[in-house]
Structures are given as structure tokens and as C-alpha cells.
């Protein structure tokens, strides 16, 4: 790229250059019809992405908000939420309900590990009654990739008044995620890890069982009100100025990522994952995951047995890339490259040849 350090972190990602261009765009009003109508493509877009015929949306702020909006809207006062934690980002949302004075249970299972939908079943069958699942599907924290089918299957039928909402931050666009076919309520992405454009936006899809529950819900928040909020947004009226030039190149990407199409972008971020865990090994390293099946297919998280991962993170930065440490009380023991968005396996091949 030549003329920054090219980021292979778990966000924010890299961002090609013709995205950065629109993003220096002039600016205008976002009352303007012509970026009315822009907003409405977006929204229009998002339902493929989500792969949703329900409802879709953005609104300028960070994935965090729309956990917050989420308990908000969609836990009554005096319901429980059950979340899934297997890492940083899935406790960060335990605590967040807690915050906002929901009864917030934690289902937790080491670092590493994913959760089997028998943990899930066992718990919603013993346990007492929930409103909502959360779930994440991508931890960022660990690389951990959720069986967000299995589990989302798992909860419609234990609990079947419960809406299952899902962290989809580094999943989406990245990794298979099939709103309507899973059965989802709630699901929201930034854009600045697999969307691959700067942070500043958050998406989202909601479904019409959520929206019903939200309407019922008091006290649920003026800017992130869902009911009104989707209803705004899909019109082309957001209800707070957004990020003008941030939409236009979100439209743009959305176009791009139809042109490459979804299973062709599953299939790729598969791939650097694949040959990034191949180099690990190849190295005396090895994932942190242990199961196959719960490595992320866009960050991978090594276990660095012993390697010199400051020495690592300098040799990349030498050669022109920026990788993580490691997270939390992983950092320096594993350490973390995120290869999403519009990374190439060319590009990663050159970063894992500088490690």
C-alpha cells in the first residue's frame, strides 16, 4: 500500500482505496433527496447482506450502542436475559444489560471454547425462564466462532418467547450468517471490521417479532427506539444526522460485496484463515481454539508457545503491517490477525513471509 502500515488487526480493517476516496467526498445535506435516496439503497442492500426479507437499518454510532439498544428494547423490566460469554465482547454485553437494570445471566465456558447446543438446551430446560438469548458469534477477543445455527435452533425451541439477538461485529460479511434461515431477532454489525470502511456506522436487521416486542417495551431510549428508528431510516429520514460521506462508501461496499457475492466472500475469508493456521503450525505455534469447527474464519488467535510476540508485531511493522498482541489476559501469550474484509490471500501470503 506504501503509504501506511497495512492493518491485519481485528478491526478497525483495512480500506481500499476507492472507499477511502468517497469518504473525502464534499459534503451536503442529509435532507437532500438525492441522499434520501441513498439512505433507502443502503437499507434496501443491508436486507441481502443479512439475507433477510424482514427489516434492516444503520444509524451513525458503535456496535456497543446497538447491544445497549438491544436490552433496551427487547428485555422487558423485570425479564431475563441469558448471555452467552466465552470471552471479552460476550461478557462486555452481559454487562451492559446489567447497567441498563436488566436480570443479566451469564452461561460461560472457558477462553477458547465455543458453546455446544447441549449446554444451551440443558440450561433453558433447567433453568428458569428468559426473554432473550444473546449471542456472539464471532469473540473477537479469542477467535471463537459460535454455532450460532445450532444454538439459535436450540433456543426456539427450549424458549420460544425468548428473541434471540446476536453480536454479528465480526461475523458479517465474513462468515456465513443467514437472518430468516436461523431464526434471528436481532443482529448488528459496525462497519469497520468485516464492512471493511472506517468506524462510525452500525447495522442492523431486526425482525418482525422483535419490533412487535419492542413496541411494548417502556423507557426503551430516544435515538435508538427501534420501532421508530427502522420505520425513519428505511424512509431515507435518519432520526440524527449521520455520517454523510461514511453511507455513500457503505453503499458502494455493499455493491462491492454483491459483485464478489456472499459464499465467494464466506470462501475466501475461509482460506486466509486456513493458511494462517497452516503458518502457525508450520512455525511451532498453534490456534488457540482447539476445535476446528470454533475458529474464526476471520480473526485467528495463536497460541505463540513461548514466541516473541512484541519481536513478532515489530518484524510485521518493519515490513509495513500492523498486527495484535493479543487481548485481555491473552495478550503477549496470544496473539491475534485479523484477516477480514477486503484482504487477499496475496496480501496475507506477503504479512505471514515479513512474520
Not at 506504501?2 to 492493518?7: N, T, W
Not at 480493517?13 to 445535506?29: F, W
Not at 444473546?134 to 427450549?158: D, F, M, Q, S
Request: glycine share 8%; aromatic share 6%; hydrophobic share 45%.
Amino acid at each position: 500500500m506504501g503509504d501506511h502500515p497495512v492493518l491485519f488487526i481485528p478491526g478497525p480493517t483495512e480500506v481500499d482505496l476507492e472507499l477511502r476516496q468517497i469518504l473525502a467526498m464534499p459534503l451536503l445535506g442529509h435532507r437532500e433527496t438525492k441522499f434520501v435516496a441513498v439512505v433507502q439503497d443502503v437499507c434496501t442492500r443491508l436486507r441481502g447482506l443479512y439475507l433477510t426479507g424482514q427489516f434492516a437499518a444503520f444509524e451513525t454510532c458503535p456496535a456497543t450502542a446497538l447491544m445497549e439498544a438491544a436490552v433496551r428494547n427487547l428485555v422487558p423490566r423485570g425479564g431475563r436475559s441469558l448471555h452467552l460469554v466465552c470471552g471479552a465482547f460476550s461478557e462486555r454485553w452481559w454487562q451492559i444489560a446489567k447497567a441498563c437494570g436488566r436480570d443479566a445471566e451469564a452461561l460461560v465456558v472457558p477462553l477458547g471454547h465455543a458453546h455446544p447446543a447441549s449446554l444451551l438446551r440443558e440450561r433453558l430446560q433447567k433453568g428458569p425462564a428468559v426473554s432473550a438469548v444473546a449471542i456472539t458469534h464471532n469473540e473477537t477477543a479469542t477467535g471463537v466462532l459460535e454455532p450460532l445455527r445450532e444454538l439459535a435452533a436450540v433456543a426456539k425451541e427450549h424458549a420460544p418467547g425468548a428473541v434471540i439477538m446476536v453480536d454479528v461485529v465480526t461475523s458479517l460479511a465474513g462468515a456465513e450468517v443467514r437472518f430468516d434461515d436461523w431464526g434471528l431477532d436481532f443482529a448488528f454489525a459496525g462497519t469497520q471490521k468485516c464492512l471493511a470502511l472506517p468506524p462510525g456506522l452500525c447495522t442492523y436487521a431486526a425482525s418482525h417479532r422483535a419490533l412487535e416486542r419492542a413496541g411494548t417495551i417502556e423507557e426503551r431510549g430516544f435515538l435508538l427506539d427501534l420501532p421508530r428508528a427502522v420505520k425513519e431510516t428505511n424512509e431515507g429520514k435518519t432520526l440524527a444526522t449521520p455520517c454523510v460521506p461514511l453511507v455513500y462508501a457503505l453503499q458502494r461496499q455493499l455493491e462491492r460485496i454483491s459483485e464478489e457475492g456472499l459464499p465467494q466472500r464466506w470462501a475466501r475469508h475461509l482460506a486466509m484463515r486456513d493458511t494462517t493456521l497452516a503458518w502457525a503450525q508450520r512455525c511451532g505455534m498453534a490456534p488457540f481454539v482447539q476445535l476446528d469447527t470454533a475458529r474464526s474464519p476471520t480473526v485467528s488467535c495463536i497460541d505463540a508457545r513461548g514466541a516473541n510476540v512484541q519481536g513478532l508485531a515489530q518484524q510485521a511493522a518493519n515490513a509495513g503491517f500492523k498486527i495484535d498482541q493479543g487481548y485481555g489476559e491473552l495478550k503477549g501469550k496470544a496473539f491475534r490477525i485479523g484477516h477480514m474484509g477486503d484482504h487477499s490471500l496475496a496480501r496475507l501470503q506477503e504479512l505471514l513471509a515479513a512474520l
